[in-house]
């Protein structure tokens, strides 16, 4: 069973921490989806889309991608790090019917978390990697 994962990492690289450690553990083909906006995913079984949540949304350009490539009849996973909390709503509008959802905590300095240093420091951590690989495993 062929598994992608499409994902962005804008700020602190947490999102791209988690999909790399899961690609090496898994054997999962990888698509940074600000990088390459356009791919065939016909070939796969299953699609992930990971993303930090910005604005209680996954990033825009995992919405576009979602939008211009998901096939139909794919089964879809989601991924997510926060600073805050988990939020699929934006990427679940898209296609519904995902198989899983897995989040953790992500190092955030966003807005006013800057004025503390941030919150959720060091995460994603071991444990969280470890959490997202069987995570996927397990789909």
């Not at 898209?94 to 919150?119: E, M, Q, R």
Request: proline share 3%; aromatic share 10%; charged share 25%.
């Amino acid at each position: 069973m062929r598994k992608v994962i499409v994902y962005s990492s804008v700020h602190h690289g947490n999102t791209e921490k988690l999909v790399k450690s899961i690609a090496e553990e898994c054997q999962v083909d990888l698509i940074d989806a600000v990088k390459q906006p356009d791919a065939d995913l016909s070939s796969y079984d299953t699609i992930g889309f990971a993303s930090g949540i910005y604005f209680s949304k996954f990033h825009q350009s995992i919405l576009g991608f979602a939008e211009k490539n998901l096939p139909d009849d794919k089964g879809v996973f989601l991924i997510c790090t926060y600073g805050g909390s988990a939020n699929y709503k934006s990427i679940e509008q898209k296609h519904s019917t995902a198989i899983g959802k897995f989040g953790c905590k992500g190092y955030d300095t966003f807005g006013p978390f800057k004025l503390v240093g941030g919150i959720a420091k060091g995460h994603p951590d071991g444990k969280d990697i470890k959490n997202a690989v069987e995570f996927v495993k397990g789909l």
